[in-house]
């Protein structure tokens, strides 16, 4: 079964507690993105990554960083996490990118979502 | 000024009823929109996806999109119950590629 898997789907950690965010892909898709979802917010890109070992900056990134050594994981780490990281995290992923307006729609694939508190 | 704005709702309404969801945007760079649904404790999923003007229809789903006002609506016809969901517009423009900027999303809520 086509899916983007992601653990843990709940956790509660204390200030300054390293963590990590592990997702993992088994389409074979080129992109991959993480994603907070807040209240009022909506989803709000933190990072990406085009292919492996290429990774660029969302809308959002302070607190976090990506790695991209393999194709199918993209983990999301908080080195240091402060409360107000405290929120609904979505790995996403799709084929690659393409300036051509044939190409298919892009369509993001999201995990079920890992939420966090930070206390 | 947020970049796409959509009502969070929530909106109740009984089932069979017509459903209206719309959102705004500013930038009129914006090619491409979408609608995902995200039931609760789930991932957004792809509903519908339009490019440029015009309509767009899959089953009891109708999406419509006006650039010259910068306004997008998805209409659900003969609600259901199993409609109960987020509804989340986004957008992107082409030459990004797979960066999407979604709307906060509304809360529907169809009642048996």
């Known amino acids: 079964e086509a899916q983007v898997t992601q653990n843990p789907r709940y956790l509660i950690t204390v200030t300054g507690k390293k963590l990590t965010v592990t997702c993992s892909q088994n389409?074979?898709?080129?992109?991959m993105s993480w994603y907070r979802q807040d209240p009022g917010l909506g989803l709000r890109q933190i990072y990406y990554?085009?292919?492996?070992?290429?990774?660029d900056k969302g809308d959002v990134p302070e607190g976090y960083k990506v790695s991209r050594k393999e194709k199918r994981n993209f983990p999301l780490i908080l080195e240091s996490p402060s409360p107000n990281q405290t929120s609904l995290y979505f790995c996403?992923?799709?084929?690659?990118?393409?300036?051509?307006?044939?190409?298919?729609?892009?369509?993001?694939?999201f995990g079920e979502g890992s939420r966090l508190t930070v206390l | 000024q947020k970049e796409v704005e959509q009502d969070p709702g929530p909106l109740s309404v009984p089932e069979g009823a017509i459903v209206s969801l719309n959102c705004t945007y500013s930038n009129s760079a914006f090619q491409y929109f979408m609608w995902y649904r995200q039931y609760s404790r789930k991932g957004p999923e792809l509903l519908m996806y339009t490019y440029s003007s015009g309509n767009k229809e899959d089953g009891r789903f109708t999406a419509q999109v006006d650039k010259s006002s910068k306004y997008i609506s998805l209409f659900i016809r003969d609600s259901q119950p199993s409609d109960s969901a987020t509804y989340l517009c986004?957008?992107?423009?082409?030459?990004?590629?797979?960066?999407?900027?979604f709307g906060a999303g509304t809360i529907l809520r169809v009642k048996s």
């Open positions: 986004a957008m992107k423009i082409w030459e990004y590629g797979n960066k999407l900027v």
């Open positions: 990554s085009m292919n492996v070992e290429v990774t």
């Open positions: 389409m074979n898709h080129e992109y």
């Open positions: 996403a992923s799709s084929h690659g990118t393409s300036g051509r307006a044939n190409r298919d729609t892009g369509e993001l694939f």
